[in-house]
């Protein structure tokens, strides 16, 4: 945890994570990527529960800020069934690593870095370099022999700092 404010831990996505703490949750800190949408307690639910039975393939971590006490969300009661847990901190940045399963390079697999979100007002502060790192170390724990991802232009320069280079060309097909 050396280059972390202090205070703050990265760990792995929780069942509990998408209950609201101080105003945000994993699925708010993932809007600074792009729409999120509602989603329901249940589908969220549905969906970890796909991720863990998936857990060679999915790694999906966050930071959290242990710092900021928890509080209810709004003015949330007591019959709120997304009642938090006190003493837990926020969510403040999140990403996930892909390992993806080839026949080439003997059977090589290929790490995909996705969806990395920093919350809007703790950018800069090496969370988004902390959040590649342990993906990175991951990938090549599980022993990809790469780890890849796509970005804008705009995030060269910090993918740059992550240690990655440029490589080939992004392509899209949109439904
Ligand atoms: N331009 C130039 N340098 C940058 C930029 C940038 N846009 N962003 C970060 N850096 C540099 C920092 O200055 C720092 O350099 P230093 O070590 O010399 O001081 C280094 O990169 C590390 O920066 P962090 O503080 O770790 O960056 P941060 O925590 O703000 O996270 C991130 C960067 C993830 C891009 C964040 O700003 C964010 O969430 N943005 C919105 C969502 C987004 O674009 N996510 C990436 C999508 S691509 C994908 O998911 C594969």
């Not at 404010?5 to 990265?10: A, H, Q, T």
Request: aromatic residues 8%; contains cysteine; charged residues 20%.
């Amino acid at each position: 945890q050396d280059c972390l404010p202090s205070g703050y831990v990265v760990r792995p996505l929780a069942r509990t994570d998408n209950q609201v703490r101080s105003n945000t949750s994993f699925l708010k800190t993932l809007e600074v990527l792009t729409t999120v949408g509602t989603i329901s307690d249940q589908a969220y639910q549905q969906r970890f529960q796909y991720l863990k039975e998936h857990s060679d393939k999915y790694y999906i971590i966050v930071i959290e800020d242990m710092n900021v006490p928890a509080t209810l969300a709004g003015s949330a009661t007591s019959s709120t069934p997304n009642l938090v847990t006190p003493g837990r901190g926020k969510i403040v940045a999140a990403g996930t690593i892909l390992v993806e399963r080839k026949f080439i390079h003997e059977l090589g697999l290929v790490g995909h870095i996705e969806d990395i979100a920093v919350s809007a007002d703790q950018q800069g502060k090496k969370l988004g370099l902390r959040i590649i790192e342990t993906l990175k170390a991951i990938g090549q724990q599980v022993g990809c022999y790469k780890v890849i991802l796509d970005c804008s232009e705009k995030n060269v320069p910090f993918y740059e700092k992550c240690g990655f280079e440029r490589k080939g060309v992004e392509m899209g097909w949109y439904v």
